[in-house]
């Protein structure tokens, strides 16, 4: 339950922080003239509801097993990361159509000032991604790996509405529109994002074969089992923050059927207690 935990507190800390930063870049563009910053502003709302779908996420994918879900509830997470990216894709959407609107609408210069709130919230946004991926990593969570490619998105906007704004006030009139050029560029940035949120989601939902390393580990810590020659196939599929494992194992023909059943139980509570993120380990024996 350590990593659950630290995946539901990762969780608490983005949508919080993601509420602060879409009160003041909303303020700062409406104030500021700066439709970048209020596009900015969007997406940090998106990322506020789609911390929340991760929340639940985590919670539901954490149900014990039961009758009508053997291996548990974690493909629930991949599912939950599906929406993230249609969130994400439709803030994208709305951020392209207003930036095309204004770019072909004459306004007003956006505030200096814009700058100084911008700056901070850049550096932050970076900070936000890094510590939420290293929880991602840790946890094994796709859908928290999503909401820190939330953070980084948000960081990149960020960055570019820092450059439109500056090339706005740099030029002077006649040079508006680099503010909405901007927030249509950090548009298809979120766009390009999407897709590489989205594309280990659907790896994971299809079992398709993607932890040679875990394999390595589970090859090597199996050989330290007494009675386990070798192993032979090795089949991995991901389910939440767990994986799990069909092992062929090879073992001495000549044994009976009762030590060849125990080898296989040793053999799965080492894994299990070598490997702590394995979830179900199947051991099928093979006679040397």
Avoid at 89 to 117: C, D, G, M, Q, R
Avoid at 168 to 187: C, N, V
């Amino acid at each position: 339950m350590e990593n659950e935990q630290k995946a539901i507190k990762a969780t608490y800390f983005s949508i919080i922080g993601n509420a602060c930063l879409a009160i003041i870049k909303g303020l700062g563009g409406f104030f500021g003239n700066s439709y970048a910053l209020i596009a900015d502003a969007i997406e940090s709302t998106a990322d506020i509801l789609a911390s929340f779908l991760v929340l639940f996420g985590l919670k539901y994918t954490n149900r014990p097993a039961d009758k009508n879900h053997p291996y548990g509830h974690g493909r629930a997470e991949p599912l939950i990361t599906f929406i993230i990216v249609g969130f994400l894709i439709t803030s994208a959407t709305v951020i392209a159509y207003e930036s095309f609107h204004n770019i072909f609408t004459p306004h007003a210069l956006p505030k200096f000032w814009t700058l100084f709130i911008l700056a901070p919230i850049i550096i932050w946004k970076e900070i936000s991604f890094q510590l939420v991926m290293k929880t991602a990593k840790v946890t094994n969570s796709s859908s928290l790996k999503a909401d820190a490619w939330h953070h980084r998105s948000d960081a990149i906007t960020s960055i570019t509405a820092f450059i439109g704004i500056s090339i706005a006030l740099y030029f002077g009139p006649g040079y508006e529109s680099a503010d909405d050029w901007a927030a249509l560029f950090a548009s298809a940035f979120i766009l390009y994002n999407c897709y590489h949120i989205f594309r280990p989601a659907l790896g994971e939902i299809m079992d398709e074969h993607l932890y040679d390393d875990l394999i390595d580990e589970i090859r090597t810590v199996s050989k330290t089992v007494h009675g386990v020659i070798d192993t032979e196939k090795c089949f991995i599929r991901k389910s939440g923050m767990k994986y799990h494992v069909d092992l062929h194992a090879i073992v001495d023909g000549n044994i009976n059927v009762r030590e060849g059943h125990d080898i296989a139980h040793l053999l799965k509570d080492t894994l299990r207690e070598k490997i702590p993120n394995l979830g179900h380990v199947l051991i099928h024996v093979e006679p040397d």
